[in-house]
Antibody, heavy 120, light 107 residues
Framework: EVQLVESGGGLVQPGRSLRLSCAASGFTFDDYAMHWVRQGPGKGLEWVSGISWNNDKIVYADSVKGRFTISRDNARNSLYLQVNSLRLEDTALYYC?????????????WGQGTLVTVSS | DIQMTQSPSSVSASVGDRVTITCRASQGINSWLAWYQQKPGKAPKLLIY???SLQTGVPSRFSGSGSGTDFTLTISSLQPEDFAIYYC?????????FGGGTKVEIK
């Protein structure tokens, strides 16, 4: 069974940084692309970033480009998101999601999320 | 960026009803369209990919259709566990974009 467990969220002041982590199990991690998707309080889903299985393609939403960095450690079955220069509008539940067998832009498994709250 | 527009934003229906949700892309995306279900306090769940392919384990009362810019998610006979928010997502190009969601509520 696929399991994705996010961690690293918390309450942080504007301008500060956090490192989000996602521990993966139940599948061959280095065969699949991975993504981060966020959901603001009471809002819809916003794709944040994606990374191919071998790191050769990394993509970001414009809203986070230059501030967030996605990475993965296939030896540790882990995905990361370094979030810098946080803004109030970055407050959200951040989900880790697995790219699908049917194409890496389909998100076929999701974690339960880690909450990032940006507030002064 | 490709904009995804869902309608309606909410629908009230009874158990056993047929429910149809539509999603329109701002430009053609072939069949690169996925549908997700999200229940309160839970992560989204992939229902359909490639506009019409059912994800493993998803009940057959869910179906998807469409190509190009116009897509539909149909629940043929609404069950109590289907009350949730449904999102479409274009899988044609980055950045991936989602529709605003359709809340299916109990009538």
């Amino acid at each position: 069974e696929v399991q994705l467990v996010e961690s690293g969220g918390g309450l942080v002041q504007p301008g500060r940084s956090l490192r989000l982590s996602c521990a993966a199990s139940g599948f061959t991690f280095d065969d699949y692309a991975m993504h981060w998707v966020r959901q603001g309080p009471g809002k819809g889903l916003e794709w944040v970033s994606g990374i191919s299985w071998n790191n050769d393609k990394i993509v970001y939403a414009d809203s986070v480009k230059g501030r967030f960095t996605i990475s993965r450690d296939n030896a540790r079955n882990s995905l990361y998101l370094q979030v810098n220069s946080l803004r109030l509008e970055d407050t959200a539940l951040y989900y880790c999601a697995k790219g699908g067998d049917s194409g890496w832009k389909n998100l076929d498994s999701w974690g339960q999320g880690t909450l990032v709250t940006v507030s002064s | 960026d490709i904009q995804m527009t869902q309608s309606p934003s909410s629908v009230s229906a009874s158990v056993g009803d047929r429910v149809t949700i539509t999603c329109r892309a701002s430009q053609g995306i072939n069949s690169w369209l996925a549908w997700y279900q999200q229940k309160p306090g839970k992560a989204p769940k992939l229902l359909i990919y490639g506009a019409s392919s059912l994800q493993t384990g998803v009940p057959s009362r869910f179906s998807g259709s469409g190509s190009g810019t116009d897509f539909t998610l149909t629940i043929s006979s609404l069950q109590p566990e289907d009350f949730a928010i449904y999102y479409c997502q274009q899988a044609n190009s980055f950045p991936l974009t989602f529709g605003g969601g359709t809340k299916v509520e109990i009538k």
